[in-house]
């Protein structure tokens, strides 16, 4: 009989400790990378919606989607600028190939394709990408995001004044 008790005791000690360390905020590292549901944003341009989180904060984009594994086929990331802003990308920490796309006026004025993720490299041998003139929002979406569902420079896109 202590045999037949001992596993789902121990299955529910350990489930005690789990949702208490969770709780207390000790495991915050498992959830503060993911976003939640209502972080996203939906914007437009052709037909197509883009899931999108939102980088406002200088810190929010100094992490941008560094250190993501993935991203979600129709997700992005948009950062916003203040009008006339002219600046510079690099993949410091970025797992995955994205493409930038750069945007004026609610118009798409320039795509960077398919940037890699770079790795062992110091941060003064990154290679920069820099806005083709300014803008006031940047979009980061997967890598071909771009050439798949076929944006092109002066599509607008709608929904980023929601942000």
Request: no cysteine; glycine share 6%; aromatic share 10%.
């Amino acid at each position: 009989m202590f045999k037949s008790l001992f596993l789902p005791l121990i299955a529910v000690a350990g489930f005690i400790v789990f949702v208490g360390l969770l709780t207390q905020g000790k495991l915050e590292f498992l959830t503060s990378r993911m976003p939640t549901d209502s972080n996203f944003k939906i914007i437009k341009v052709n037909n197509t919606e883009i899931k999108i989180e939102v980088a406002k904060t200088n810190e929010e984009k100094s992490k941008g989607l560094s250190n993501r594994e993935s991203l979600g086929e129709k997700n992005g990331m948009v950062f916003i600028f203040d009008k006339g802003s002219m600046p510079t990308f690099w993949m410091k920490d970025t797992k995955i190939a994205l493409d930038l796309i750069w945007i004026k006026d609610n118009k798409i004025i320039g795509i960077d394709k398919n940037v890699q993720p770079e790795s062992n490299i110091n941060d003064a041998d990154l290679k920069k990408y820099s806005a083709p003139s300014s803008i006031d929002y940047v979009l980061e979406v997967n890598g071909g995001f771009s050439d798949k569902f076929n944006l092109q420079p002066d599509e607008m896109i709608s929904g980023l004044e929601q942000l």
